[in-house]
T-cell receptor, first 113, second 111 residues
Framework: KAGVTQTPRYLIKTRGQQVTLSCSPI?????VSWYQQTPGQGLQFLFE???????NKGNFPGRFSGRQFSNSRSEMNVSTLELGDSALYLC????????????FGPGTRLTVT | QKEVEQDPGPLSVPEGAIVSLNCTYS??????FMWYRQYSRKGPELLMY????GNKEDGRFTAQVDKSSKYISLFIRDSQPSDSATYLC???????????FGKGTRLSVIA
C-alpha cells in the first residue's frame, strides 16, 4: 500500500498570500489529521476530518481551515499568511476509527517571506 | 504549562550507549502513550505504543509508563548511528481525540 502523500513538498509564499496544501491518506483510511511542526512549539494539532466532517479542532486562528473530499483526500488552507506560519505541515491518517496509530506523510515545508 | 513536556536536547551519545528519553504529562485523561521517531526531512513514524503502566519491550527499545507520576520513558539499548533522529513522545485520551506531542528530543549517536 502506498503511504500518506502530501503535495507540494516545499512552498515559498509572501506575507498576506494564501496557500493550499494537499494530503492523500493511505487507501481505506477515512480519518485525516493535520499538524503544524515548528522548532519552538513542536507538533501542534490543527484539525481532524472524518468522512468529510471536521471532528476535532486545535487552537489555531480561523485563517487555518480545511476540508475533506469523498475520496478521503484532504486539503488545508491558510489565508493571509504571516511570517509565523512558516513551518512543516504534516498530515496523518488513522487505520481505523478511534485507533491510536496514525501514519504520517513527509510533510509540506512552508516558508513565508 | 504544556500538557506534555519533553527535554529537546540535543543529546549526543557514543555508539553502543544506553539512551534514556523522558517526558512528563499533566492530564490524567491521557491513557495511551506512544513514541514516534522522526528522521530529517521525513514525517514521524510510530516506534512504540503502550497503554498500561509498566514496561514494554521491542528489540532494543523499551517503553516505560508510570501513570502515578505521569512519567513516560523510552530506553534504547546498544544505540546505533542509525538511531540518530528526533524522538517524540505522544499521548492520547480515549476516543477519537487528537495526539498531544512533546516537542521532541534530537538524538545523535556517534560512531
Amino acid at each position: 500500500k502506498a503511504g500518506v502523500t502530501q503535495t507540494p513538498r516545499y512552498l515559498i509564499k509572501t506575507r498576506g498570500q494564501q496557500v493550499t496544501l494537499s494530503c492523500s491518506p493511505i487507501s481505506g483510511h477515512r480519518s485525516v489529521s493535520w499538524y503544524q511542526q515548528t522548532p519552538g512549539q513542536g507538533l501542534q494539532f490543527l484539525f481532524e476530518y472524518f468522512s468529510e466532517t471536521q471532528r476535532n479542532k486545535g487552537n489555531f486562528p480561523g485563517r487555518f481551515s480545511g476540508r475533506q473530499f469523498s475520496n478521503s483526500r484532504s486539503e488545508m488552507n491558510v489565508s493571509t499568511l504571516e511570517l509565523g506560519d512558516s513551518a512543516l505541515y504534516l498530515c496523518a491518517s488513522r487505520s481505523r476509527d478511534g485507533s491510536y496509530e496514525q501514519y504520517f506523510g513527509p510533510g509540506t515545508r512552508l516558508t513565508v517571506t | 504549562q504544556k500538557e506534555v513536556e519533553q527535554d529537546p536536547g540535543p543529546l549526543s551519545v557514543p555508539e553502543g550507549a544506553i539512551v534514556s528519553l523522558n517526558c512528563t504529562y499533566s492530564n490524567s485523561a491521557f491513557q495511551y502513550f506512544m513514541w514516534y521517531r522522526q528522521y530529517s526531512r521525513k514525517g514521524p513514524e510510530l516506534l512504540m505504543y503502550t497503554y498500561s503502566s509498566g514496561n514494554k519491550e521491542d528489540g532494543r527499545f523499551t517503553a516505560q509508563v508510570d501513570k502515578s507520576s505521569k512519567y513516560i520513558s523510552l530506553f534504547i539499548r546498544d544505540s546505533q548511528p542509525s538511531d540518530s533522529a528526533t524522538y517524540l513522545c505522544a499521548t492520547q485520551a480515549p476516543g477519537n481525540t487528537p495526539l498531544v506531542f512533546g516537542k521532541g528530543t534530537r538524538l545523535s549517536v556517534i560512531a
